[in-house]
């Protein structure tokens, strides 16, 4: 059972353009959602979070929505550097157990 | 200097075997966790242990033993190798009331012939 979603495998934009990726989770029971990045031949890094009790959170470039009657969540980066060029993983998970369940990635390709 | 090691970083062996990876956290942390990724990217928990205490104990083969000698160690032995247990191998850890942000080792690539 695929509770965490990322439906779409890749995103290629322009560097400068606007990044959008999405997340779809099944369980309501989630009430934390985090982003990480990762690039090749390294572990996943955390890039940002919102509890479900916020819809926004925003830290420089990044910003995550949250749609709660949706089950949606999505990562915006503005504007998208060559840098940020990997996999980005959605995770959720509930009541600060530290058991977060995965999406399976988007790979972003930032062109310069 | 790394925050999350794990050795080896690669680990070729046959089926049947015996193994071990090997995981420190020099963040402090109490909470330490692993992770196997498959061929479908997907990063599924296996374990964690909280203070050298087992908390998450996913449905994995007993084959898989995970061991915490103290809070900053956590390994993770695995007898009798199967073809199936192929995938890369993650080691992380989070501290206290943010339990659900975790700091990831680079990753074991485990494969068995």
């Known amino acids: 059972d695929q509770q965490v979603k990322q439906n779409s495998p890749s995103l290629s934009v322009q560097e400068g353009r606007i990044s959008i990726l999405n997340c779809d989770y099944t369980?309501?029971?989630?009430?934390?959602f985090l982003w990480y990045k990762k690039y090749p031949a390294e572990g996943p890094t955390f890039l940002i979070s919102?509890?479900?009790?916020?819809d926004k959170n925003e830290d420089g470039r990044f910003t995550v929505f949250l749609n709660k009657s949706a089950k949606h969540l999505s990562l915006h980066i503005v504007p998208s550097q060559p840098g940020d060029s990997a996999v980005y993983f959605c995770?959720?998970?509930?009541?600060?157990?530290?058991?977060?369940?995965f999406g399976d990635g988007t790979t972003l390709t930032v062109k310069p | 200097d790394t925050a999350v090691s794990q050795t080896p970083k690669y680990l070729v062996t046959q089926m049947g075997n015996d193994k071990s990876i090997k995981c420190e956290q020099n963040?402090?942390?109490?909470?330490m966790y692993w992770y196997k990724q498959d061929s479908k990217k997907f990063l599924k928990i296996m374990f964690s242990?909280?203070?050298?205490?087992?908390?998450i104990n996913e449905t994995v083969p007993n084959r898989f033993s995970p061991k915490s000698p103290d809070k900053a160690h956590l390994n993770l032995h695995i007898n009798s190798l199967e073809l199936g247990d192929s995938a890369v191998y993650f080691c992380?850890?989070?501290?206290?009331?943010?339990?659900?942000?975790?700091?990831f080792g680079a990753g074991t690539r485990l494969s068995v012939l």
């Open positions: 992380a850890s989070s501290y206290g009331q943010t339990k659900n942000i975790q700091y």
């Open positions: 369980n309501s029971m989630f009430d934390y």
């Open positions: 919102i509890s479900s009790i916020k």
């Open positions: 995770a959720a998970s509930y009541s600060n157990a530290g058991k977060s369940t």
């Open positions: 963040l402090g942390h109490d909470t």
């Open positions: 242990y909280n203070n050298k205490e087992l908390i």
